[in-house]
Nanobody, 116 residues
Framework: QVQVVESGGGLVQPGGSLRLACTVYGIPTMNAMGWHRRAPGKERDMVATISGSGRPDYAESVKGRFTISRDNAKNIMYLQMNNLKPEDTAVYYC???????????WGQGTQVIVSS
């Protein structure tokens, strides 16, 4: 059974940092993975992705502040978020793509609140 679990969210002041983790059970993490977020009243948007070969891609709004990485040995993907802004407040979701059944498996999300 495949399970994807996000962790690391919380309340942080503007300018602060958080590191989100996405732990995957049941499938390897060496394929495409990524983070999306849904801000209050808005649609879900891509934040960062990492390809099977490790190439990262970022939304313009987070470039230079967020870093996506992955530890395949531990089956965990990370999102390091620095210099956080109130507009980064959202529920953050991660996914892991399984090429064997062409399915992207999503987690339930973790809440990030940036506020003073």
């Amino acid at each position: 059974q495949v399970q994807v679990v996000e962790s690391g969210g919380g309340l942080v002041q503007p300018g602060g940092s958080l590191r989100l983790a996405c732990t995957v059970y049941g499938i390897p993490t060496m394929n495409a993975m990524g983070w999306h977020r849904r801000a209050p009243g808005k649609e879900r948007d891509m934040v960062a992705t990492i390809s099977g070969s490790g190439r990262p891609d970022y939304a313009e709004s987070v470039k230079g502040r967020f870093t996506i990485s992955r530890d395949n040995a531990k089956n965990i993907m990370y999102l390091q978020m620095n210099n956080l802004k109130p507009e980064d407040t959202a529920v953050y979701y991660c996914y892991c793509f399984n090429p064997h059944d062409s399915t992207a498996y999503w987690g339930q999300g973790t809440q990030v609140i940036v506020s003073s």
